[in-house]
T-cell receptor
C-alpha cells in the first residue's frame, strides 16, 4: 500500500523567512496530494492541493510543487507569520481524493 | 466550503463504559464518511470507512466489535467505542468527502477528545 514520508518533523523559522516541507510517496498510482494545516486541538484544514497532471500550484504565500518522477511533493510558505505556526500534514490519494494516506506531520514554529 | 460537525467535542468516561460520537455533514450529503484516530503529536490514522446503508470497512488492526460504526443517513455517521479503556483515549476525527469536478475534497469535523479514566 501507499507510504507517505514527511520531513522535517519539526521546523523553526524566523518571521518573514520561508519554510519548506517535503513529502515522498511510494505508490505511483497516487494522483492527488493535499496539504492540511492543523492547529493545536483543532481540525485539519485544507490549505492547498495539487493533482498529478500539474507541476506547481500557488496561492498567495503558499505553493506546492510536485515531481512525479521522483515521487515527491513539497509545500513552500513564504514570508512566514506567527499564525503560520501549526502542524502541517501532507497526504497522498488515488482516485483523486479517495483512500487518503497522511504523512506523519511537521510542526512548524514561526519565531517573532 | 462544506461543514462537518462532530459531537461531543470532548468526553470523559470511566473504564468499561461505551461512548458514542456523532459526525454530521451539515450542508451536503455524504454516502461515505471516514473515521480517524490521532494520538498526541502523531498523524491521523484511518480507522474505518463508514458507508451509508451498508457495513463499514475497517482498516487492518482495528477491531470492528470494539469500534461500532453506523451510517444511519446521508448526513450522519456514528462511532461507538464500546467498553472503553484508557488506551482508547485519543482524538477522534471524522471527515466527509465532497465530490468536485476534478477531485474529491475531504472536510474534517472538529474532532472529539476522549479521555477514559
Amino acid at each position: 500500500g501507499e507510504n507517505v514520508e514527511q520531513h522535517p518533523s519539526t521546523l523553526s523559522v524566523q518571521e518573514g523567512d520561508s519554510a519548506v516541507i517535503k513529502c515522498t510517496y511510494s505508490d505511483s498510482a497516487s494522483n492527488y496530494f493535499p496539504w492540511y494545516k492543523q492547529e493545536l486541538g483543532k481540525r485539519p484544514q485544507l490549505i492547498i492541493d495539487i493533482r498529478s497532471n500539474v507541476g506547481e500550484k500557488k496561492d498567495q504565500r503558499i505553493a506546492v510543487t510536485l515531481n512525479k518522477t521522483a515521487k515527491h511533493f513539497s509545500l513552500h510558505i513564504t514570508e512566514t507569520q506567527p499564525e503560520d505556526s501549526a502542524v502541517y500534514f501532507c497526504a497522498a490519494s488515488k482516485n483523486y481524493g479517495q483512500n487518503f494516506v497522511f504523512g506523519p506531520g511537521t510542526r512548524l514554529s514561526v519565531l517573532p | 466550503g462544506a461543514v462537518v460537525s462532530q459531537h461531543p467535542s470532548r468526553v470523559i468516561c470511566k473504564s468499561g463504559t461505551s461512548v458514542k460520537i456523532e459526525c454530521r455533514s451539515l450542508d451536503f450529503q455524504a454516502t461515505t464518511m471516514f473515521w480517524y484516530r490521532q494520538f498526541p503529536k502523531q498523524s491521523l490514522m484511518l480507522m474505518a470507512t463508514s458507508n451509508e446503508g451498508s457495513k463499514a470497512t475497517y482498516e487492518q488492526g482495528v477491531e470492528k466489535d470494539k469500534f461500532l460504526i453506523n451510517h444511519a443517513s446521508l448526513t450522519l455517521s456514528t462511532l461507538t467505542v464500546t467498553s472503553a479503556h484508557p488506551e482508547d483515549s485519543s482524538f477522534y476525527i471524522c471527515s466527509a468527502p465532497v465530490r468536485g469536478v476534478l477531485q474529491e475534497t475531504q472536510y474534517f469535523g472538529p474532532g472529539t477528545r476522549l479521555l477514559v479514566l
